[in-house]
């Protein structure tokens, strides 16, 4: 079983974590769930998605996969889209500057994954 998208999903949570634990040591207890509530609108919505391309399917052909994904997608927009508006409309006060600071460090948390991925390929290859 691949583990690059549970792996992604933990490093994601650790940074943003960090990063909102770091802002309220440096600033105050509002610039750091600010920045928390930023990473966890990233985490959740791809925590979505990573369950819907995840799932096991009854149909093993690649339409299948590329339904799941465009679903997990069109739900991750949504989400993403639901916690933002309930975040601006019901938390009072924020600093939108630490929770986009939050949500954008934690979205480029994705791109470890793509080195994860090669790293894994590179431990394979022991010619068998």
């Known amino acids: 079983m691949d583990l690059t ?5 933990m490093w994601q949570f650790l940074v943003g974590m960090g990063l909102a ?16 509530l930023g990473s966890l609108i990233c985490i959740i919505p791809n925590a979505f998605l990573a369950l819907r391309l995840m799932a096991p399917r009854r149909d093993p052909r690649a339409e299948a996969l590329v339904g799941a994904a ?23 006060p924020l600093v939108a500057a630490a929770l986009f600071a939050g949500f954008i460090t934690t979205q480029l948390v994705i791109f470890s994954g793509l080195l994860m991925r090669q790293e894994q ?3 394979n290859s022991n010619g068998s």
Not at 5 to 9: A, E, G, K, S, T
Not at 75 to 92: P, R
């Open 5 to 9: 998208i549970p792996r992604v999903l």
């Open 21 to 36: 634990a770091v802002l309220w040591g440096v600033f105050d207890k509002v610039v750091g769930y600010s920045a928390a």
């Open 70 to 92: 465009w679903i997990g997608e069109i739900g991750k927009l949504a989400l993403t889209v639901l916690f933002f508006t309930l975040v601006f409309t019901l938390v009072k």
């Open 121 to 123: 390929d590179t431990d």
